[in-house]
């Protein structure tokens, strides 16, 4: 079993739909919970991170972690063409000193907004 | 004003050649990384470096050797080229070692 499960989609939906997109992890020391946005042909770019159990909001993205359940999502409001992207989460344990933030990220899910 | 650059963005290239892969980072931070992202968009990481030392070093064929020269550069080194090799590389920098990493835009590298 992966450390980090994502369903890897597509995902197709009509614009102005709201989309949710999710990770379960098996690993209960992960502290930090990050999704990457990626455009075909590019590198990922950060758009969510949150620290812990809760919600955090920007815009139309909302991100949740429920580290009870070993879940997070990425909810996307009034979805918009510019959308459509591969959608990776990825998560990393509290590492304290020196130690270095190993990121452990999900297979992604691919979005299609559809105008 | 790029932040994080990699060269070159494609290589193409026959088995058992060598080749490297050039990263650098104009945002002033002090940890780099090498990510590999597979045919199925699966995305690992492979080394990471801080301030010119070796942080992390996933269980990576040591066919594959990361040098840091300074801060701001991180290249990769590729010996003795296999099919399997055949990916996305891309290339990170975080500002200390549990900040966000921003990415470059990736090499895609071919191995006929």
């Known amino acids: 079993q992966k450390e980090v499960e994502q369903d890897p989609g597509p995902l197709s939906v009509p614009e102005g739909a709201i989309v949710s997109l999710n990770c379960t992890y098996s690993?209960?020391?992960?502290?930090?919970f990050m999704w990457y946005r990626q455009y075909s042909r590019k590198g990922p770019e950060l758009l969510m991170y949150?620290?812990?159990?809760g919600n955090k909001e920007d815009g139309r993205f909302t991100a949740q972690v429920d580290k009870s359940s070993k879940y997070i999502s990425l909810f996307i409001r009034d979805s918009q063409p510019s959308d459509s992207a591969t959608y990776l989460c990825?998560?990393?344990?509290?590492?304290?000193?020196?130690?270095?933030?190993?990121?452990?990220f999900g297979t992604g899910t691919l979005l299609a907004v559809q105008p | 004003d790029t932040a994080v650059s990699q060269t070159p963005k494609y290589l193409v290239t026959q088995m058992g050649n060598d080749k490297s892969i050039k990263c650098e980072q104009n945002?002033?931070?002090?940890?780099m990384y090498w990510y590999k992202q597979d045919s199925k968009k699966f995305l690992k990481i492979m080394f990471s470096?801080?301030?010119?030392?070796?942080?992390i070093n996933e269980t990576v064929p040591n066919r594959f050797s990361p040098k840091s020269p300074d801060k701001a550069h991180l290249n990769l080194h590729i010996n003795s080229l296999e099919l399997g090799d055949s990916a996305v590389y891309f290339c990170?920098?975080?500002?200390?070692?549990?900040?966000?990493?921003?990415f470059g835009p990736g090499t895609r590298l071919t191995v006929l």
């Open positions: 990170a920098s975080s500002q200390g070692q549990t900040d966000t990493q921003y």
């Open positions: 690993n209960s020391a992960f502290q930090y």
């Open positions: 949150t620290y812990s159990s």
């Open positions: 990825a998560m990393s344990e509290w590492m304290g000193g020196g130690a270095t933030n190993k990121l452990i």
């Open positions: 945002l002033g931070h002090d940890t």
């Open positions: 470096y801080n301030n010119k030392e070796l942080i």
